[in-house]
Nanobody
Framework: QVQLVESGGGLVQAGGSLRLSCAAS????????LGWFRQVSGREREFVAGTNWNGRRTDYLDSVKGRFTISRENTKNTVDLQMLSLKPEDTAVYYC?????????????????????WGQGTQVTVSS
């Protein structure tokens, strides 16, 4: 089991940047696939970015490709989401998530139901 805590959200102007961080506690952090999701009130939570257990496989929502970068540090039990060139449509609550689906595979899960562990979320607001 793993516990996740996000930090780094806030208010930024369009074109600005933010770095979200997720700290994990629990055993075998390196065995988890990690993801970042976001949710706007009234809408379904959506996959934003994910990384497999060793960080060599990543996947992104099409609308954030080239602007967002996910990275993990297994020695520190952290996963970050660097967000550049932010747009008002990036405004949402961002959640860190973890799964042991297809452990140690060259694979990144994108489905909401694929992830068993979730953080509490951090608000990102991009003003125009």
């Amino acid at each position: 089991q793993v516990q996740l805590v996000e930090s780094g959200g806030g208010l930024v102007q369009a074109g600005g940047s933010l770095r979200l961080s997720c700290a994990a506690s629990g055993r075998d952090f390196s065995s988890y696939t990690l993801g970042w999701f976001r949710q706007v009130s009234g809408r379904e939570r959506e996959f934003v970015a994910g990384t497999n257990w060793n960080g060599r496989r990543t996947d992104y929502l099409d609308s954030v490709k080239g602007r967002f970068t996910i990275s993990r540090e297994n020695t520190k039990n952290t996963v970050d989401l660097q967000m550049l060139s932010l747009k008002p449509e990036d405004t949402a609550v961002y959640y860190c998530a973890a799964t042991r689906l297809r452990i140690y595979a060259d694979y990144v899960a994108r489905g909401l139901a694929d992830y068993a562990y979730w953080g509490q979320g951090t608000q990102v607001t991009v003003s125009s």
